[in-house]
């Protein structure tokens, strides 16, 4: 024990509490805890454990308070809420992992910590908390971010985080912890993870294996496969593993990142990073995704389902799936994977006029399969999806557009603009914020997330290619580029009935929502938004964006080059296709930019431009009724049985 610590701790057992003198006006740290509002439910707990006011009262050393928010209390799950809501040993031991008590140091500031170094200090009770400044300026204790730092006590330093520090492993190493975890504790989701240590156990010992890498006392970071997600690999395939020493020994150190301790909160910082983590075997690759955090390996991506659990040299995560252990092919993995169930079936349905199920397990050649996942197909009207399980033509159609034959491209080759032929229709490429997006005929899908196999590589996708789900209301709707056009036509349920009637078809150039702040930033476009006495004229200006009778995809004969005068539901507009290619759209002295072209539609396409066609100040002077352009009706017309006529 170190020195001065006896004295504080007779102190405390003798119930006399040290009260120290406001130099300067100050308090100390329990007193501010208990005055800060944004500190009431630790303020609780402090109020729960009188016995050791002293190690918050204590004149006589400094100390650093970790003070967590009433918004780090809100985050905690109702079990470990209800643990520390009950005096004992727990919430003992909870409180004392906040307090770092300095014998023969200052108390710790942010000064002390240097940017990207992980600074590894002991806590009251001898528990290690590490410290860092992130890539974007702010300060972490292990999972917890500073709120508030530096507030000066009378004796020491309080900083507010928000996030409780649990103690779990955090006064065992990490070969011990992994030997031997906390069986009380929730990190047990997925079945805890004695097979992942029965793996470790497994391979015999030598200078470099994964047992004498684990056994380091310095910083290490372990992502640990759960017993799901071992038991989740055929039998066969897990035993051929066993048994090969070496390559268990490799697949586990993928597992295993040396000389760093990377908590969930660094670990979101270096997503955007260039810097690629190295484990003691291969590249780790970190991802998020709807909140959630994916880490994978040679093409093997697992979710954290448990996060952040400390130990004495680092931090262990349970993740639900063994990284760089390549066992399936491309077909054995879509049926075993779980979220594509659909479209296995539509696979193995299409055997006898289609040769995908053939080509996934091919080991002659690699593949890259698109492969919608499951709530892809249930977004499909009930008739697109008995016509995708019935009608041959569109379903080998539809698995010819999301294969790739002879080539494994991973996510990274796919760049903004790419377009490639796969022999059977052209896909592009799109990257937005970090998400890449495929596109084939006219309908755009999100790339989840991707599996290595054995014959190439699988990239999940939300949508099922080459069938339009939405109409043009409901496209409008579910665009997060279009919620003031969303917006501007709840204002006119009359127009949006009309986009949303599927026995009709349209073609329809939305604007984007930095279209309606440039309008809303003039007075006229003020008027005409927001002016009652305006509403109708408001309505024929977005009536004009409406070309009824008529689906005009950007690569019609009559664009490839030149103009297209074309009747909308309220007066002309011209399309102009220009030699460098881009798509023009003009009313008058506006002209629009088409910024993401055909957007496949159950009754037609859409575009987004990128301004209001309004014609200022004409637009407020009209006085005639609504022109209406009926244009060649094409009743009952989708996407993709234009698509099956074309074959």
Not at 73 to 98: C, I, M, R
Not at 635 to 643: A, D, E, H, P
């Amino acid at each position: 024990m170190k020195p001065g610590r006896p004295l504080l701790l007779l102190v405390m057992c003798l119930g006399t509490h040290l009260r120290v003198s406001h130099a300067q006006g100050l308090v100390n740290a329990r007193q501010f805890a208990e005055s800060d509002p944004q500190l009431t439910m630790f303020k609780s707990i402090i109020e729960k454990l009188p016995r050791l006011h002293g190690i918050l009262d204590t004149a006589i050393h400094k100390i650093t308070l970790f003070a967590p928010s009433n918004q780090a209390w809100n985050k905690l799950d109702q079990s470990t809420k209800t643990a520390l809501s009950t005096t004992g040993p727990y919430l003992e031991e909870v409180f004392k992992y906040h307090v770092l008590y300095h014998t023969d140091t200052a108390a710790l500031t942010t000064a002390n910590i240097i940017k990207g170094r992980t600074v590894a200090v002991e806590t009251f009770d001898l528990r290690q908390v590490f410290l860092l400044q992130l890539a974007n300026g702010r300060f972490s204790v292990n999972s917890a971010l500073f709120t508030r730092s530096d507030i000066r006590c009378s004796n020491g330093y309080v900083h507010v985080i928000d996030t409780f520090l649990i103690p779990v492993g955090s006064s065992r190493l990490m070969n011990d912890y992994i030997s031997s975890p906390s069986s009380d504790l929730l990190e047990f989701r997925g079945g805890g993870i004695s097979e992942f240590n029965s793996w470790i156990t497994g391979v015999p010992f030598s200078d470099t294996s994964i047992t004498s890498v684990l056994r380091q006392q310095s910083f290490i970071t372990v992502f640990a496969a759960t017993n799901e997600a071992i038991t989740k690999i055929p039998l066969n395939k897990r035993q051929s593993l066993q048994n090969d020493k070496s390559q268990l020994d490799k697949v586990l150190k993928s597992h295993v990142v040396s000389g760093k301790v990377l908590f969930s909160t660094r670990l979101k910082t270096l997503m955007a990073s260039t810097d690629a983590i190295s484990a003691a075997e291969g590249t780790i690759v970190v991802t998020q995704r709807d909140n959630k955090l994916y880490v994978s390996n040679n093409g093997i991506e697992g979710e954290i389902v448990v996060a952040d659990i400390p130990v004495k040299n680092g931090v262990l995560h349970l993740i639900s799936k063994v990284l760089n252990y390549i066992y399936n092919n491309a077909f054995e993995q879509l049926r075993d994977s779980g979220v594509t169930r659909e479209f296995t079936t539509v696979i193995t349905e299409s055997g006898h006029v289609s040769n995908t199920e053939s080509d996934l397990q091919s080991s002659t050649f690699a593949v890259t399969q698109f492969a919608p996942v499951d709530s892809a197909f249930t977004q499909l009207p009930q008739s697109l999806r008995h016509l995708l399980q019935t009608n041959h033509t569109i379903m080998t159609r539809v698995l010819q557009l999301h294969l790739i034959k002879g080539q494994r491209f991973e996510l990274s080759y796919f760049t903004n603009g790419l377009q490639y032929n796969t022999g059977n229709g052209v896909l592009s490429f799109y990257r937005d914020h970090n998400v890449t997006f495929v596109e084939g005929d006219h309908v755009r899908a999100r790339i989840l997330r991707s599996d290595s196999v054995t014959n190439g590589i699988i990239h999940y996708i939300d949508t099922v290619m080459g069938v339009p789900f939405r109409t043009a209301q409901g496209e409008i709707n579910n665009n997060s580029w279009l919620l003031s056009m969303k917006l501007a036509l709840s204002m006119h349920n009359n127009l949006s009935q009309t986009l949303d009637t599927a026995s009709d078809s349209f073609t329809v150039f939305a604007p984007n929502d930095t279209a309606f702040v440039t309008l809303l930033n003039t007075d006229n476009g003020k008027k005409l938004v927001n002016d009652k006495k305006y509403k109708d004229y408001y309505k024929k200006v977005l009536q004009r964006h409406v070309v009824r009778g008529q689906v005009l995809f950007s690569d019609t004969n009559q664009l490839i080059t030149g103009e297209l005068i074309v009747p909308s539901i309220f007066g002309q507009i011209t399309l102009i296709r220009t030699l460098n290619g881009t798509f023009l759209v003009k009313h008058k002295r506006v002209t629009a930019t088409v910024v993401r072209s055909n957007i496949g539609l159950t009754n037609g396409v859409l575009h987004i431009i990128d301004k209001v066609l309004f014609s200022d100040p004409e637009d407020l002077q009209q006085t005639s009724g609504v022109t209406y352009h009926p244009g060649n009706l094409l009743l009952g017309v989708t996407c993709i049985i234009l698509s099956a006529s074309s074959l």
